[in-house]
């Protein structure tokens, strides 16, 4: 096999897209790599040799057909959807395109399948809500319209339809103030500020009916948003209350609705009066994630309960209840009953209860992702300084060491010009070799100093070697360096990873080393390397101290993260173990990458 076929058939093997190669006349498999065979749900010795009718790929074979037809006709296809069954029997949808080509004389079929079931399943559940959300809107018993941000409609209800003599027309898409062109400007502004991200509201306000009556109605509007948090417009909710009875039955409906919303809500939701801060509800979530019960929080204070409200957390309260405004997106730190803090990103919202103005608040636990920007923001800061001492090592390494072996040879070099210059007898050959001796001396000098800094920015033996022989290197030159007593075990020649894993495990074996010698007081480190049919495993045990829950769990060990983050980028793992006065075991797992194994890379 020629370098080019070797590659192009490694590239099939290993390409993240499903590749096949069937026979045009029956579809039997030729060729198939793995990533087909899992999108299909069979092994490679289930496809080979087998054809696609016969392993009832197909839910229609009127579609084999019309592709067979197409490539006959045009040698290609190019960007079509197609549906195949895996073993299971579960359908999978494929971007599919192939090409006609010619093996030994027989037509085949080169195919790309990339899945997108996953893709399809979600634009169908897309789909499935907007219609869901449009049969809300429209069957809803109030008055609902939905606007973008130009105050066109998106969505109406029938009752609103209703309600404003507007049955049988068609307005979606048409602008709110031609439907109707007397709308007072006060409401033109209420839109403006709900655009900007207001929520306001009329319990009753007089407006007047097409044909110059008056009537009573009652509204609420807030901007509804897109998955990005973007304003993409706003939702009107009205209701005409010129029939009392009518506006006391949409009111006790109303509190209906918000009951059940607010305690089936996701998010953490409570109700403080404005007048004292007296919390009147707190809903299922709140409760659930807090740990308090409602008996321990309903008629309390808010910023007088200690048990969970931060002193931070207080300030901001008791100002908002001064201030009276609606807040969005404030960020503070609660504690639970278990005296945790946790972190919450929460809105409030300025609204009447039993004709009292209140605050309603929703929170969402955020507590994941501010622990998560701490240690990214940590672990940045560690290799930015990282990289500043490792630069400023090598360039006094360079400056110190190769700098002056250059300027000994460069007086040596003076000095025989000199004396050839100016000989003076039987004297001058032997001078020369003299110097010539001493400059071989630096020369050497500076090749092994050029050689250890080499080493320590990627150790050789590592790309010359592989990952075996490195870790043996490394530990025995730790034991020269330290005096520890290391003790090396392995079966393996090899390790069959890939380049990046290779370099990653090593990687973590230094810092491994490094953390041995600052803070274990070890006599002894055990180092087993070995593996199995899927991965790799690195075992480093040593007889110190033994780490400690608290420093494994401390988000801020710099070292430790760095540690894990590097085998999770080769798909690998990092677990570490301890006791006190029992030393430390550090385990690094790593896949196996088969296709590697015959390059030797590690």
């Known amino acids: 096999m020629s370098r080019t076929e070797e590659k192009f058939a490694r590239a099939f093997r290993s390409s993240p897209v499903g590749l096949a190669v069937t026979r045009l006349r029956d579809g039997q498999f030729i060729e198939v790599n793995e990533a087909a065979c899992s999108f299909l749900g069979y092994s490679m010795d289930e496809l080979i040799g087998k054809t696609t009718v016969s392993l009832g790929l197909w839910p229609s074979l009127e579609d084999r057909q019309i592709l067979v037809n197409d490539l006959t006709q045009y040698g290609s296809v190019r960007n079509r959807d197609l549906t195949f069954l895996t073993k299971q029997g579960k359908e999978v949808v494929c971007e599919y395109a192939a090409e006609l080509i010619e093996i030994d004389g027989e037509p085949c079929v080169l195919s790309v399948l990339l899945d997108i079931t996953a893709r399809r399943d979600i634009e169908q559940a897309l789909k499935a809500n907007e219609e869901l959300l449009r049969l809300f809107v429209k069957h809803t018993p109030a008055a609902i319209a939905m606007f973008d941000t130009d105050m066109r409609y998106l969505q109406v209800s029938d009752r609103f339809l209703t309600d404003y003599h507007l049955e049988g027309q068609d307005i979606i898409g048409k602008f709110h103030y031609d439907i109707f062109p007397n709308l007072p400007e006060r409401w033109k502004e209420a839109h403006r500020r709900i655009l900007a991200g207001a929520v306001e509201r009329q319990d009753e306000e007089l407006y007047e009916e097409p044909d110059g009556s008056q009537g009573w109605l009652a509204w609420e509007s807030l901007p509804w948003r897109k998955a990005d948090g973007e304003i993409g417009g706003l939702i009107l909710f009205t209701q005409v209350i010129t029939e009392r009875k009518r506006a006391e039955q949409a009111l006790r409906s109303s509190e209906e609705r918000f009951a059940r919303i607010f305690n089936l809500s996701p998010y953490r939701m409570g109700i403080v009066r404005l007048s004292d801060g007296v919390i009147l509800d707190v809903n299922d979530c709140w409760v659930k994630e807090i740990g308090f019960t409602r008996e321990e929080t309903i008629n309390r204070v808010i910023y007088e309960l200690d048990q969970w409200i931060t002193d931070e957390a207080r300030l901001v309260v008791e100002n908002m209840l001064k201030e009276k405004k609606p807040i969005r997106s404030i960020e503070g730190t609660i504690k639970t009953k278990s005296g945790e803090h946790r972190y919450a990103l929460g809105s409030v919202a300025i609204v009447d209860f039993d004709g009292e103005p209140c605050y309603l608040w929703a929170a969402n636990d955020i507590t994941d992702r501010k622990l998560a920007e701490e240690q990214l923001r940590a672990l940045s800061a560690k290799i930015r300084s990282a990289r500043e001492e490792e630069g400023t090592r090598i360039a006094r390494e360079i400056h110190d060491e190769l700098g002056g072996a250059l300027t000994g040879l460069k007086w040596d070099l003076e000095r025989i010009d000199s004396s050839l210059s100016h000989p003076d007898g039987g004297s001058t050959i032997a001078d ?171």
């Open 432 to 602: 020369v070799r003299k110097r010539i001796s001493s400059m071989t001396g630096l020369i050497e000098s500076t090749i092994n100093k050029v050689r250890s800094i080499s080493s320590e920015l990627r150790p050789g033996v590592l790309d010359d070697l592989g990952l075996v022989a490195a870790i043996e290197w490394e530990a025995q030159q730790f034991q020269k360096r330290t005096g520890l007593n290391v003790h090396w075990e392995t079966e393996l020649e090899t390790a069959e990873v890939s380049v990046d894993g290779a370099t990653a495990v090593f990687r973590i074996f230094q810092e491994v080393l490094t953390n041995v010698l600052r803070h274990s007081r070890a006599q002894n480190i055990h180092i087993k390397l070995h593996q199995d049919e899927h991965q790799l495993e690195l075992q480093v045990v040593d007889d110190g101290r033994g780490i400690t829950e608290e420093e494994k769990t401390n988000t801020r060990s710099l070292g430790l993260l760095g540690m894990k983050e590097r085998a999770l980028l080769v798909g690998g793992e990092v677990n570490i173990t301890g006791a006190e006065s029992k030393g430390t075991t550090v385990v690094v797992r790593i896949p196996l990458n088969k296709a590697a194994a015959s390059e030797a890379i590690a």
